[in-house]
Each structure stands twice: as C-alpha cells, then as structure tokens.
C-alpha cells in the first residue's frame, strides 16, 4: 500500500539527512481495507510502515488467508477456474474520502505471482485481471479493487489415478460381458467390477469439493 500525507513532511538538511523512518502503524491514518471473499486467515504481524520526507506512506504487510470461491468441476480433472480476490473499504465514500487505483499492470503482478509461487502444485496460474469500479450501497459509492485470478488444474494425477483405472474396469467389463465364459463367472467378474467402481467412486467423491451445482462428467459416467 503506499498514499500521501502532505501533513507528515519534513526537509531532510534540517535533520541529519534523514530521509526516511520506519513507524508503527497506529502512528498515523492507514488506509482501512480488507478482502471481500475472506473466510479465514492470519494477520500479518508486521504492523509498520516506511514514511518518506515527501509525506509518502508505505506499508507492505504480507497475510495468508482463505478464500471462498465458486467451482465448475463439470469438466474435471481438466477444468479451468476463475477466482476473485476483491480489497475494499466501506468506512469513506469513493467519491468524496477514499479511493483505491493499482499501481502495476496486470502482467507485472503475474510476473511477480509465477516468480513467487509454487510451480509443481496441483493448480497453474494462466492469467491474472485487474476490475476497478465503485460499489453502490446505501445509496453511496465505495471503491473496491478486484483481481481476477485464472487457474488451470493439472490433470495428470488424476489421469493415473482416476481416469485410466475407470476406462480399464469398463474394458474388461465389455469383454467379460460378450466372452465366451459361463454365466457364473461373468456375475462373478461383474461383481468385482461394481466393487472397483465403487471404489474409484469414493475415491472421487474424497477429492471433489462438495459445493458445485453440476458434478464431473467422469462422476456421471
């Protein structure tokens, strides 16, 4: 976060060359925000902020939080999600206290994501997008920021683990169906084979997060 205060300036000659201090961040105003999609999440406990001569406020405050988000797992394992992470502040109207703007492009802070982020997880970040407008409420415009992150899930566990075991039971049912075996041992074959399905089926529903309107084609079939 960085904001100017033209009440909190100084000339460095007058004192030492000092350009700039670190204060707590109760010394001065600080802007009031907080994420629209939390659920949960850790406080930073670095509660500081650099103030340069100039009156230019700085505050960089790293958190770690949980965020709700809705999925489509229709496609699943080779789905695609959009997730928003939306920063607001619903204590000074947009128009006349408070607004927010983002300081970087798109494609920096997707450069600076891919740099910091894990690569070999189960989720690959393909595009970030950045929404500014105002929130309407109570008759008042807020100003809200909203990221737009899109991800696409990495099938390839899922592939091994899922797919090819269910292609494979459906196979060898389709042979013991039309085989020349006795009837039997074709009931015997179908049993273990619902067995199997049954088992993947769990394994599916173990995965998969309960909250989608429509569940994955491989769950229908």
């Not at 007058?14 to 907080?34: A, G, R």
């Not at 502040?89 to 983002?102: G, I, Q, R």
């Not at 169906?177 to 273990?192: C, H, T, V």
């Given at each position: 976060q960085e904001w100017q205060n033209p009440f909190a300036t100084w000339d460095p000659q007058d004192f030492c060359n000092i350009s700039e201090i670190v204060l707590p961040m109760d010394t001065y105003w600080s802007p009031p925000i907080f994420i629209l999609?939390?659920?949960?999440?850790?406080?930073?406990?670095?509660?500081?902020?650099?103030?340069?001569?100039?009156?230019s406020f700085n505050s960089t405050r790293p958190f770690q939080v949980t965020l709700t988000c809705?999925?489509?797992?229709?496609?699943?394992?080779?789905?695609?999600?959009?997730?928003?992470?939306?920063?607001?502040?619903?204590?000074?109207?947009?128009?006349?206290d408070?607004?927010?703007?983002?300081?970087?492009?798109?494609a920096e802070i997707m450069k600076d994501s891919q740099s910091f982020l894990l690569t070999d997880g189960e989720w690959k970040f393909t595009n970030l997008s950045?929404?500014?407008?105002?929130?309407?409420?109570?008759?008042?415009?807020?100003?809200?920021?909203?990221?737009?992150?899109?991800?696409?899930r990495r099938p390839t566990l899922y592939i091994l683990n899922l797919i090819l075991p269910t292609c494979a039971l459906y196979l060898l049912d389709m042979a013991v169906l039309f085989g020349p075996s006795s009837l039997e041992e074709k009931i015997?074959?179908?049993?273990?084979?619902?067995?199997?399905?049954?088992?993947?089926?769990?394994?599916l529903n173990n995965s998969l997060p309960t909250s989608s309107n429509k569940p994955p084609i491989i769950g229908i079939h």
């Amino acid at each position: 976060q960085e904001w100017q205060n033209p009440f909190a300036t100084w000339d460095p000659q007058d004192f030492c060359n000092i350009s700039e201090i670190v204060l707590p961040m109760d010394t001065y105003w600080s802007p009031p925000i907080f994420i629209l999609e939390r659920v949960n999440g850790q406080n930073p406990e670095l509660n500081y902020m650099v103030l340069m001569h100039n009156g230019s406020f700085n505050s960089t405050r790293p958190f770690q939080v949980t965020l709700t988000c809705s999925l489509i797992i229709l496609k699943f394992p080779f789905d695609t999600q959009m997730c928003n992470l939306s920063v607001a502040s619903f204590l000074y109207p947009a128009v006349t206290d408070f607004v927010m703007k983002t300081r970087r492009t798109p494609a920096e802070i997707m450069k600076d994501s891919q740099s910091f982020l894990l690569t070999d997880g189960e989720w690959k970040f393909t595009n970030l997008s950045i929404i500014e407008y105002t929130e309407i409420l109570d008759d008042k415009g807020y100003s809200v920021v909203t990221y737009v992150i899109s991800m696409e899930r990495r099938p390839t566990l899922y592939i091994l683990n899922l797919i090819l075991p269910t292609c494979a039971l459906y196979l060898l049912d389709m042979a013991v169906l039309f085989g020349p075996s006795s009837l039997e041992e074709k009931i015997n074959f179908q049993i273990a084979i619902i067995l199997g399905s049954s088992m993947l089926a769990v394994i599916l529903n173990n995965s998969l997060p309960t909250s989608s309107n429509k569940p994955p084609i491989i769950g229908i079939h």
